[in-house]
């Protein structure tokens, strides 16, 4: 015990405990935002029916988007919203929504491919709407433009998603979400049938080959290793003030710590 | 002799020889400096100024201060074929082709931010111990002129390159400009050569940062150095440390040593920075346009109180007789730090205007002895955490889950609120502190081991401090407040009666103490036992 | 008080302590070697340097823990300058703290005051100096120099006169004109009423005649947001509803508090939000500021569709864009 109380009085203790307790927040922290992050699998099924699609929606959705799909009281009508918004919807894991938060989250989905697909062809059977993309229409790497996308992204997209496609956000706690991880199809549906927050963003006004390009700037911003040290989130001046009032002038002030105190 | 100390004897003869150098140099030579690590914030920012003027001129040897149009066909895939400015495309070429290029931008652009973050770190330390008081208030001065000159060269410098980020901050600047009654939109249509952006704005800030800042800065920094040079340096109070005298080591060679091995420390630890820390990723924010924006634009951080003032402000506009005057812009761009700014150049002289203290001071407070200056310095930093804050305050939301409304209200209060009640606890802190020194030198040290008195009750054994640290708690004067007369002899109210009233009101608060402890006061409460 | 009350007194400059090294020549050989070490890794580390400038290609990456994967010559660049400096310094500061003399030294202060009689020489030059020149004596003299020196001021002023052009009504107009297309941004394709579903938004400028070429000064004013709602969801004035055509309105994208492009359209609550500031306008109400520092609505453009059916507007801005000044009337 008197062990450790000299210890605790060494004047050493003081800062070697604030970095210890510093150390294990930024650890607990990591460790804590590596779980949510979610992994989603990609397998196209075409097998899913109608009514397969049906049986789904009245256990799963009818309580809140009502029981033809007309919507009710808290969910809006699903009646011509089209193939590719329930596949974005629940094929992000953000229907059905967990709880009645200000915006539907990403997480992992609920359904697995074939049960998303059998539910789309069902509300896409009810009123025509925009349709799933395919694969074939879906090939950014060959139909897409890095510098077009990018710049197509900082006009339409940068606003709200940041330059990095980071997400931001928006008013009332509302946010739009990063991109990052996001699969193609999810980012082309989106942009063509405006979840939430986000407005649509017509075929006539970016067209379906300049929709590729932005999803191709996306993944190569993606895939861009960090080119010059910790890219710091990519979020711009806040997190840069923040390590050199930290890191920057900690590391200085330490030293000068050192310098100044009398040698032994 | 050795030989060694013969080649440092003639090279000491030669410099003679020619310059008749040798009383001046026997002086300076060993000079003393006191040593402690605050000493050295001052030199934090000499020392990045200097890696500044290397690193900034390294990068003016590829970067191209021109807004004419190019198209990109440089090596980073993802913007090659755009149209962008050549200064921008220079930017990237430094980043890309030129091998050490980007840690130099990096490394130019840390230590910019380490020079402000020096100023400011610098400034807290002197105005907390009153090291601004007689003789130096000039140097304080200078100090508060190079701390508005950083961010004005920091602003121009990030400006630069003209990517995505910056343009969005020069126009903000032009919308700043704009605003001025009267003359606003012409200074803007001169500055920019005419409609924002223009071709002339980054060619001639170019000029201004490289050029006439920067020669500004050497001079005022020469100046500053001399007077601390000639003025010697403060010290804490300790034993043996009065205002006459100065205790450390000489500049030959212990100094010289440290503060030239504290150089190559900041700048290794720039370096470091550059090396393994991502700064102001131009390639990844595009070129600019007028028409493109990005979630989160932000300031750096010197700005960024700035920045969060200007979100907070309330939508005010009075349009009258055809003209307009946009109070949402000037009020916290331009009058609310023009006052900071000069209240802050000014406070060495309110504060002895206000204490009537006219004496010189070497010796340093410890910031607890001074609970109303100390109070009035954690006020105006807690206005400009909270500006700052507000400043990033779309950032904070999204990654605390917060929402912009609750942060832009929480700034909006918290700004008026949170100062006053800062100074309140501060100074019941500094009291508190003073009553704690109090009963440490009268009381000794808590030993923190218990001992059972023979009728049973525990105690915990107290040790006394050493002559040292009862001198160094208790050397501080304790100032009787002003009592200004409000009448003169014959009993007729003085003309200035309000002002002295204000400045006998002024002296009391200011005068507030916890009596310090005497050598009486510990022979009594020796008595005692 | 009756008795004088005693302070604590100083005990004086505490006896210096020997370091280590200054007794033991074991430890001060131990210091030395510190120190020799210190200085040898900051040799290594310019090694590095001139290795990774050399022989590490600027376009391999390598993964270190925390930061991830990372440009490998910019790193070791990085890293060799760092370690070679650092330890230059380091070495230097250890060498003087363990082997330079580190007893503390004393030096008096002089008093800045010159003694007496030098201070009233001094202010007796000064006073003799001012009545010599007689500038009390002659008003005549004061005041001429008085306004040569302020005239003379103006020079700087008026010679930075042709830094750039009178702004005239420049900050009032636009490229907008009564029937100018309004052309998609990136692309400069007309949009057709038909070609926005409600929910939809689109960036646009105003269509360049041929052989025109359009400035960064055109698009910082001319940048237009085109939003189609329900026409039922709108909530304006019958002329403000009468600039709109088919539930699409157009407003300037140039915010009219600072100039930031405001392009954030949240189509559930059909707010527009700035990022620079926060500024939030609702677009039902003809873009009223409802948030943030913006003073002013955003300036509608009043638009309909051509004869071949192309959105187009109607008349130009009817008041200015984009931040205000000291010459705009509302």
Known sequence: MKRLSRLRRHRAAGPILLIFALFTIGTTFQVASAVNNDTTTTVASRSATVDEGKQLFLKGCSSCHGINAEGGQIAPSLIGVGAADVDFQVGTGRMPMADMSTQAMRKTPVYNPEQVNALATYVASLAPGPAVPTDSVLNYERDGSVAQGGQLFRTNCAMCHNFAAQGGALTQGKYAPTLMGVQPKHIYEAMITGPQSMPVFSDKTITPAEKLSIIKWIKSTEAEPQLAGSSLGRVGPVTEGLLVWTLGIGLLIGVAVWLAMKAR | ???????????????????????????????????????????????????????????????????????????????????????????????????????????????????????????????????????????????????????????????????????????????????????????????????????????????????????????????????????????????????????????????????????????????????????????????????????????????????????????????????????????????????????????????????????????????????????????????????????????????????????????????????????????????????????????????GRLVRMPSGEFVEVHEPISAEKAWTLTSHEQIAPLELPLEDGAGVRNPGVLKNKLRNRISRATAVAVPKATETDRRELDGHH | MAHEIEPIKDPGLPAHVHRRADSDPIAAQRAERQVAILFGLSAVGTLLLIYSYIFIKSNTSIFIPIIGNTGAQQLGLGMGMAIALFCIGAGAIHWAKTLMPDEEVIAQRHEFRSDDEDRSEFVKTVKAGASAAGLGRRPLIKRSLGVALGLSGLTPLLLLRDLGPLPKDNLQKTSWKPGTRLVTDPGDRPIRPEDLEVGAVAQTLPQLAPGEERTLNNIGKDAVLLIRLRPEEFNLTPERLSWTHEGIIAFSKICSHMGCAVALYEQQTKHLLCPCHQSTFDVTRAAKVIFGPAARPLPQLNITVDSEGFLVARTPFTEPIGPSFWERSS
Not at chain 2, 161 to 176: K, W
Not at chain 2, 360 to 386: K, Q, S, Y
Request: overall charge positive; some cysteine.
């Open chain 2, 1 to 447: 002799m050795t030989a060694r100390e013969r080649i440092a004897g003639n090279v000491a003869g030669y410099v003679d020889d020619r310059t008749g150098a040798a009383k001046w140099m026997k002086k300076n030579l060993t000079k003393v400096f006191p040593d402690h690590w605050s000493f050295l914030l001052g030199e934090i920012c000499l020392y990045s100024f200097i890696i500044l003027l290397l690193s900034g001129t390294f990068l003016t040897f590829w970067f191209d201060p021109s807004q004419r149009e190019v198209i990109y066909d440089g090596g980073y895939q993802p913007l090659s074929g755009l149209k962008m400015s050549a200064a921008y495309a220079s930017t990237l070429h430094i980043s890309f082709e030129v091998r050490g290029g980007l840690l130099m931008r990096q490394i130019h652009h840390w230590a910019a931010l380490i020079f402000m973050v020096g100023i400011v770190v610098h400034l807290l330390r002197v105005f907390f111990t009153g090291a601004f008081r007689k003789p130096r208030e000039f140097n304080w001065i200078i100090g508060v002129g190079l701390l508005t000159l950083g961010i004005v060269e920091g602003f121009l410098g990030y400006s630069l390159p003209d990517d995505l980020l910056s343009g969005t901050g020069i126009r903000i600047a032009e919308a700043i400009i704009q605003a001025i009654p009267l003359v606003g939109s012409y200074i803007a249509f001169f500055a920019f050569g005419g409609t924002f952006p223009g071709e002339s704005f980054i060619p001639r800030i170019y000029t201004v940062h490289v050029l006439l800042l920067p020669g500004i800065f050497l001079a005022l920094i020469t100046v500053h150095l001399m007077l601390v040079w000639y003025q010697k340096h403060t010290q804490f109070p300790g034993p043996g440390r009065t205002e006459k005298n100065v205790v450390g080591y000489p500049l030959m060679p212990v100094y010289m040593a440290k503060a030239g091995g504290f150089f190559f420390i900041v700048f290794g630890v720039t370096a470091f920075l550059g090396a393994v820390a991502s700064i102001n990723p131009i390639w990844l924010y595009g070129p600019y346009t007028p028409g493109q924006i990005s979630a989160g634009s932000q300031p750096d951080w010197y700005m960024g109180w700035l920045d969060g003032l200007v979100r907070m402000s309330p939508p005010l506009e009075t349009h009258a007789f055809g003209h307009t005057i946009s109070w949402n812009i000037l009020l916290p761009g331009l009058i609310l730090p023009g006052l900071m700014f000069t209240g802050l150049a000014l406070y060495p002289f309110i504060e002895s205007w206000a204490t009537g203290d006219k004496r010189e001071h070497h010796l340093l407070d410890r910031p607890r002895n001074t609970p109303n200056r100390t109070a009035i310095g954690v006020m105006a930093l807690t206005f400009t955490m909270v500006s700052l804050l507000n400043g990033g305050n779309d950032i904070i939301a999204q990654q605390f889950h917060l929402t912009i409304n609750q942060m832009m209200w929480f700034s909006r209060i918290g700004v008026v609120v949170l100062p006053p009640i800062a100074f309140v606890i501060t100074k019941r802190l500094c009291l508190s502190l003073q009553r704690a020194d109090r009963d440490l030198v009268l009381h000794g040290r808590e030993t």
